[in-house]
C-alpha cells in the first residue's frame, strides 16, 4: 500500500513532468548538438597532482560554499576515505596508492565532467540543465521541477541535491566557473590556482595534442589512454594516469554516449502526449489506493 508521503511525492514529480510536456517543453537533444570547434576544456594529469587541495578551497570561494581555511588543506587526514562531490563541496582530490615499484601515490581530482553530449541534459525534462556548445553543462534553478532525473541519469554520479532546504532545493555541481570562462576569458578557479599546473585550461583539441604528446615522450609514466577524448561520447574534463581508469573509479564507458539512451526513452515516453495520459493514470491509480486505505480506516475507527 502507498503511503500519504510517498503519493505526494509520486504525484508532485509527475504533475511537473506531465505539465512541462503538455506546455511544449521537449526534452533537450543532447546526443545532437552541434559544439563549437573552439570549445574548451581541461586536462587533469593525475600524475602531477600533489594533493595540496588548493583546487578544493579555490572552488568554494568561487562558488560560495562553506570551506575551512586555506591553510586547512594540509589536513592529510582526509585520504583516509574516498570522497563524493556533494552539494557542499564541487570537487574533491582522494589519494590512491602508489603503483608497484614506486613510492609516489596518485591523487585524483573528482568533478563534473561536462560531457560532450550528457545524459543529464538528455533526461531533464524541463531544459534546467543545458549543455553551452563552448563546454560547460549549465544549471537553471528556475526551470528546476525537482525530479533529480539528471541524479540517475548521469554516468559518474556527479549532481547532487539540496535535500536540507525544503523551501528552495537545486541541482548542485561544478559549473566550470562559467561566469570566469565564458564571460571573463579565465581559466576555472581550480586550475588558476593549481601550483603544480596538474590542471591546463585550453581549447580541447590542443588538450588532447598536449596529452598525446605527455603519452609518446613518457609511455612509462602514462596508461595509453586519455579518458574523456571519447569515452561515454567525449567530455570537456579529459584525464591522464599511470593505471586503468576505473581503479580510480570511473566507469568504464564505450564510446557512445548515454544521452542516447535517456532521450530514446524520453521521447518515446512523450510522444504524442502518451506520456501525461499514463502519468495521470498512475495519479488515479494512486489516488484511489489511498482512498480506499482511509475509508477502510475510518470503517475500523467507528467498529
Known amino acids: 500500500m502507498v503511503s500519504r508521503r510517498d503519493f505526494l511525492k509520486i504525484t508532485g514529480t509527475v504533475a ?8 511544449g517543453v521537449e526534452t533537450a537533444s543532447a546526443s545532437h548538438l552541434e559544439l563549437s570547434p573552439d570549445r574548451f576544456g581541461v586536462l587533469t594529469d593525475y600524475t602531477e597532482c600533489i594533493g595540496c587541495r588548493r583546487c578544493e578551497w579555490a572552488c568554494a570561494q568561487e562558488n560560495d560554499l562553506p570551506f575551512d581555511s586555506l591553510e586547512s588543506c594540509d589536513d592529510q587526514s582526509v585520504f583516509e576515505l574516498m570522497r563524493r562531490p556533494d552539494e557542499k563541496q564541487f570537487t574533491v582530490v582522494n589519494r590512491y596508492d602508489p603503483p608497484e615499484g614506486s613510492d609516489k601515490p596518485l591523487d585524483v581530482k573528482v568533478q563534473c565532467l561536462h560531457c560532450e553530449h550528457p545524459a543529464c541534459v538528455s533526461a531533464c525534462p524541463v531544459c534546467a540543465l543545458e549543455k553551452n556548445p563552448m563546454g560547460p553543462v549549465t544549471y537553471d534553478a528556475w526551470k528546476c521541477i525537482g525530479c533529480r532525473y539528471c541524479m540517475v541519469a548521469c554516468p559518474f554520479q556527479i549532481p547532487a541535491y539540496e535535500y536540507h532546504d525544503p523551501l528552495t532545493p537545486k541541482v548542485m555541481k561544478c559549473t566550470m566557473c562559467t561566469e570566469r570562462t565564458l564571460s571573463e576569458g579565465k581559466p576555472p578557479a581550480c586550475v588558476e590556482i593549481c601550483p603544480v599546473e596538474a590542471l591546463v585550461f585550453g581549447p580541447r583539441t590542443e588538450l588532447l595534442e598536449l596529452a598525446r604528446n605527455r603519452i609518446r ?20 574534463w579529459l584525464m591522464l594516469a599511470d593505471r586503468d581508469f576505473q581503479e580510480v573509479h570511473l566507469p568504464a564507458l564505450g564510446d557512445t554516449s548515454p544521452a542516447e539512451i535517456t532521450e530514446g526513452i524520453q521521447h518515446g515516453i512523450f510522444r504524442g502526449f502518451s506520456g501525461p495520459l ?4 498512475l495519479v488515479s491509480v494512486l489516488a484511489k489506493s489511498m482512498g480506499d486505505k482511509d475509508g477502510l480506516e475510518k470503517e475500523d475507527n467507528h467498529e
Open 16 to 23: 511537473g513532468t506531465a505539465v512541462a510536456s503538455l506546455t
Open 278 to 281: 499514463m502519468l495521470f493514470g
Open 217 to 236: 615522450r613518457n609511455p612509462d609514466r602514462y596508461l595509453p589512454h586519455v579518458f574523456g577524448e571519447y569515452d561515454g561520447g567525449g567530455t570537456s
